[in-house]
């Protein structure tokens, strides 16, 4: 089945304590990205990565870190968390062609991460 | 950054209504997309627009463009309960025409269809 995978799904850790949010896709996709989703904001990207060694920053990338040393996977490092980083995490892949209708992004279940 | 209003952003009505959902930039969109989200999901893309005044259909939803394509609305014809969720539109990047890249979501309209 073709999908994006995400772990952990949910998360309660404390303030510095460095994690990883992985993200995994079994498509072949050259497109992965990052997004926190908080409410009344829908959803803001992190951090996005057009292929393999290829990452650039999106709207609110402070205070995280991505790697794409390979093209199935994609984490999100978070090296020292702050409360204001408690939020719903989605990453998402596609294809890096002209984006029509048969371009379709497709998202993980989302990682539930709450900082105290 | 292109900032997105979505409006409303919150919908209540009762099954068998007809609803609108409205998405507005001040800029030109490259191409607008429009994408459902139930709780504990991720989105999942309905539609893509990309030329003005382009009219889409999905069962009972009607997606359009505008013609100066800085705006798009989603019409819902006979809502259900099945159709409550939160709506997105987004538009991509497509800084050199061709991808994703960054992408820039709305705030949302959180829909709910009482039975």
């Known amino acids: 089945e073709a999908q994006v995978t995400q772990n952990p799904r949910y998360l309660i850790t404390v303030t510095g304590k460095k994690l990883t949010v992985t993200c995994s896709q079994n498509m072949n996709h050259e497109y992965m990205s990052w997004y926190r989703q908080d409410p009344g904001l829908g959803l803001r990207q992190i951090y996005y990565?057009?292929?393999?060694?290829?990452?650039d920053k999106g709207d609110v990338p402070e205070g995280y870190k991505v790697s794409r040393k390979e093209k199935r996977n994609f984490p999100l490092i978070l090296e020292s968390p702050s409360p204001n980083q408690t939020s719903l995490y989605f990453c998402?892949?596609?294809?890096?062609?002209?984006?029509?209708?048969?371009?379709?992004?497709?998202f993980g279940a989302g990682s539930r991460l709450t900082v105290l | 950054t292109q900032l997105l209003e979505q409006s409303p952003q919150f919908l209540s009505i009762q099954e068998g209504e007809n609803l609108t959902v409205y998405c507005n930039s001040s800029s030109v969109f490259s191409s607008l997309q429009w994408y459902r989200q139930e709780p504990g999901e991720g989105p999942v893309l309905l539609v893509t627009?990309?030329?003005?005044?382009e009219v889409k259909k999905l069962k009972r939803l009607t997606f359009q463009f505008g013609d100066a394509r800085k705006d798009s609305s989603l019409h819902i014809t006979a809502a259900q309960p099945g159709d409550t969720g939160l709506y997105l539109c987004?538009?991509?990047?497509?800084?050199?025409?061709?991808?994703?890249?960054?992408?820039?979501f709305g705030q949302g309209t959180i829909l709910t269809v009482h039975p």
């Open positions: 627009v990309v030329t003005g005044g």
């Open positions: 987004a538009e991509p990047d497509n800084a050199g025409g061709t991808s994703y890249g960054k992408l820039t």
């Open positions: 998402a892949s596609g294809r890096t062609g002209f984006v029509s209708g048969a371009n379709v992004l497709t």
């Open positions: 990565s057009m292929n393999v060694e290829v990452t």
